[in-house]
């Protein structure tokens, strides 16, 4: 039995609110699908709306991954290592498509929530993974930390983003 069979129950649970969350965002980009796109409302999707989408999508692939039956934690912190690092990556890739857009101007809680959180989640991913060796215990608690983190994110952008569209960027009648 290795130390993830007691995390089983808390993945299920998070990968398929993660799941569940996936499938409302769509539900809800379909149903705005039809506004008319003001200047700049592409890259302000890139920026906004398709990170909460890799977040929840991390999140389900964390919950899949740590719920696999594998006989050593190794090749999982491995995995959930380089999730981390790619995570890493995709924070300074929404930080390039934030900048440019001109649709919405980021404040600070766009920046926190965006950017910010999302990277220490990653690097949280990341830095467990090296630290598995000697503290499995205290890793598997990072990770789930910085899943429900990543969660947490999504759900407050999704909101956002509804939020915005329903009371900012309402079509003229």
């Avoid at 050593?72 to 924070?91: F, N, T």
């Avoid at 857009?101 to 990653?122: G, R, S, T």
Wanted: avoid cysteine.
């Amino acid at each position: 039995m290795t130390p993830l069979s007691a995390w089983e129950n808390f993945y299920v649970i998070v990968g398929s609110f993660a799941g569940a969350l996936i499938g409302l965002q769509f539900v809800v980009l379909t149903l705005i699908a039809n506004r008319p796109i003001g200047a700049g409302t592409a890259q302000a999707g890139h920026a906004f709306a398709t990170p909460t989408i890799v977040h929840f999508g991390t999140v389900l692939l964390l919950a899949g991954m740590l719920s696999a039956p594998w006989q050593e934690i190794a090749p999982a912190a491995v995995l959930w290592g380089l999730l981390g690092l790619s995570g890493m990556v995709y924070a300074a890739v929404v930080v390039r498509r934030m900048r440019p857009q001109a649709a919405y101007k980021p404040v600070f809680e766009d920046w926190l929530f965006h950017v910010l959180l999302p990277f220490a989640a990653y690097t949280t991913l990341a830095v467990t993974a090296f630290a598995t060796r000697s503290h499995v215990r205290e890793a598997l608690f990072g990770i789930g930390t910085a899943s429900l983190l990543l969660l947490f994110v999504g759900i407050h952008n999704a909101w956002d983003v509804v939020t915005y569209h329903v009371f900012v960027n309402r079509p003229r009648s």
